[in-house]
Nanobody, 117 residues
Framework: VQVVESGGGLVQPGGSLRLSCAASGRTFSTARMGWYRQAPGKERDLVARITSDGNTYYADSVKGRFTISRDNDKNTVYLQMNSLKPEDTAVYYC????????????WGQGTQVNVSS
């Protein structure tokens, strides 16, 4: 399974970005997909997660601003980020938790998001 993120970049505070995560393999539709982020000197934290049946979870810091979605036909999960703040600056990683669990979990290489004026 390969997981590849894209869509990062530099954006001004208040702006928007959409991250994409493309995953290979037939197991995508049953996988739980998550977006994590890691700022310099900090731990990697869960930002948002979506289950195979579309249930979502958001960290308190992004609720109301970020939206996670998935397109199983395209094997892709998205993170729409609105009203971005400087504290959202981080490397964003996509993770695929395959089902059943013995198939393992896979991380992408990350995409940098910088929020700055």
């Amino acid at each position: 399974v390969q997981v590849v993120e894209s869509g990062g970049g530099l954006v001004q505070p208040g702006g928007s970005l959409r991250l994409s995560c493309a995953a290979s393999g037939r197991t995508f539709s049953t996988a739980r997909m998550g977006w994590y982020r890691q700022a310099p000197g900090k731990e990697r934290d869960l930002v948002a997660r979506i289950t195979s049946d579309g249930n979502t979870y958001y960290a308190d810091s992004v609720k109301g601003r970020f939206t996670i979605s998935r397109d199983n036909d395209k094997n892709t999960v998205y993170l729409q980020m609105n009203s971005l703040k400087p504290e959202d600056t981080a490397v964003y990683y996509c993770k695929a938790d395959l089902y059943p669990a013995y198939l393992g979990a896979y991380w992408g290489q990350g995409t940098q998001v910088n929020v700055s004026s």
